[in-house]
């Protein structure tokens, strides 16, 4: 069995695995010949955290491989952990009663955590700001779709870089590819923190930092937008103060590229005016979907299958 925990567990002959596992999944989904891998086997879905997309996309692709689903979407009060019950005593239990367990958790950490106790495979479906691996390998599957290519792009990663798992999860695997340059742009109050940039220097990553999506953006091959983390601040006033600072308004669409393609993990919620979303350069819905085949081939690798 194979647990899911960070994007820093895969070699790149392994993340093409997948990434060509989703492009067999997405081919006998849109043919309706799914292969029923997961027939005799159990799913759980056990979500901390609130969830549209995560959720409900591997709970379809593990409906659509033969797998029936169990699981609480509001973990928090509606499993024991409301009445105090540890990650560690909830994961023993879950072992017993499902193959594969699917989790998301407010706590950076409680993935790991929970694997350490587990006797079937955990996928991390989100911790806190940590990670958020299946994320980054629907991602970087829609960037292959959408470019062709994994290399020589130029990628920004604009608005709430300090508490983005998504960036987290996509970049290490970007890295793999040469030639690719990465932007970080946003407020000082939302940059990513100094520790990260060092390990980036300390690695000869090829990047730069910018506080306003204007000075690069016509560079851009991917603008990857992130929402304001509201769950993340101390307090309502915290995330007051920077909830308007950084947002991509439909002028920005005359100064992209033709092909250059705007991603957004989702939800979002006032980082990107609305008009920008019927523009075809912006993907994020599309990304998405990428989520259902993405989900499926990851729930194959978990399993060994
Ligand atoms: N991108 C993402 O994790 O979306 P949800 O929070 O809706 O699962």
Do not use: C, W
């Not at 998301?104 to 409680?110: E, F, I």
Request: aromatic letters at 8%; hydrophobic letters at 40%.
């Amino acid at each position: 069995m194979n647990h899911i925990i960070s994007a820093a567990q895969f070699s790149k002959e392994e993340v093409e695995k997948i990434l060509f596992r989703a492009e067999e999944m997405e081919k006998s989904v849109k043919e309706g010949k799914v292969n029923k891998i997961l027939e005799n086997k159990i799913v759980a879905a056990m979500f901390f955290e609130p969830s549209t997309r995560t959720r409900l996309s591997f709970e379809t692709a593990a409906l659509k491989l033969g797998a029936q689903v169990i699981g609480a979407e509001n973990a928090m009060e509606n499993s024991s952990a409301y009445k105090g019950e540890t990650i560690e005593d909830t994961t023993r239990m879950l072992s017993a009663y499902a193959d594969v367990i699917v989790m998301r958790h407010p706590t950076a950490g409680t993935a790991e955590a929970a694997s350490k106790v587990a006797t079937k495979p955990i996928i991390n479906a989100g911790d806190g700001a940590n990670q958020h691996p299946s994320q980054g390998f629907l991602d970087l599957y829609t960037i292959k779709k959408e470019h062709g290519r994994l290399d020589n792009l130029n990628i920004g990663f604009g608005g709430d870089l300090l508490n983005s798992r998504t960036l987290r999860s996509l970049l290490p695997f970007l890295r793999f590819y040469s030639g690719n340059k990465f932007y970080f742009i946003s407020p000082k109050e939302l940059e990513l923190p100094r520790e990260f940039i060092a390990e980036l220097h300390e690695n000869n990553v090829n990047f730069e930092e910018l506080r306003s999506l204007d000075e690069k953006i016509g560079e851009l091959d991917v603008l990857y937008m992130t929402r304001v983390q509201k769950e993340r601040f101390p307090d309502e006033a915290s995330y007051d103060k920077v909830k308007n600072l950084f947002i991509f308004k439909k002028e920005h669409l005359n100064s992209l590229k033709e092909n250059a393609i705007i991603m957004h993990p989702l939800p979002k919620i006032n980082e990107i005016e609305i008009e920008v979303d019927s523009d075809k350069r912006a993907a994020y819905f599309r990304q998405a979907e990428n989520g259902l085949y993405a989900r499926m081939a990851l729930l194959g690798y978990s399993l060994g299958l």
